[in-house]
């Protein structure tokens, strides 16, 4: 089935950074649709991180991660990152991808294509 897949996760201290890559699995291109970055973390539900739009006019951010995380496409490799830097003991999630119609994208909205997330730990 196909699906988008996540890399770029892992451990890192507070301060540090991460890029998270999103790439499609299948035989459809990440060029017709707006990708989001999610994150679910245990008690704290599932949050929109950022959002970049089909055409990349259009990019949204949590309140939480502005100012330190990045979302951008690179069209060539078919490839939607999220640049994650000053990382907090509060970014600790699972990111997951997704592909839709637009943005900004709701937490809970159906989307077209959804990853099965890479887990993001920020400890000392």
């Known amino acids: 089935q196909a699906q988008l897949v996540e890399s770029g996760g892992g451990s890192v201290q507070p301060g540090g950074s991460l890029r998270l890559s999103c790439t499609p699995s299948?035989?459809?291109?990440?060029?017709?649709?707006?990708v989001g970055w999610f994150r679910e973390a245990p008690g704290k539900g599932r949050e929109v991180v950022s959002c970049?739009?089909?055409?990349?006019?259009?990019?949204n951010y949590a309140d939480s991660v502005k100012g330190r995380f990045t979302i951008s496409r690179d069209r060539a490799k078919d490839t939607v990152y999220l640049q994650m830097n000053s990382l907090r003991p509060e970014d600790t999630a699972v990111y997951h991808c997704?592909?839709?119609?637009?943005?900004?994208?709701?937490?809970?909205?159906?989307?077209?294509?959804w990853g099965r997330g890479v887990r993001v730990t920020v400890s000392s």
């Open positions: 299948g035989v459809f291109s990440l060029d017709y649709y707006a």
């Open positions: 970049i739009s089909e055409d990349d006019g259009r990019i």
């Open positions: 997704a592909a839709a119609d637009n943005c900004p994208m709701d937490a809970w909205q159906p989307v077209d294509y």
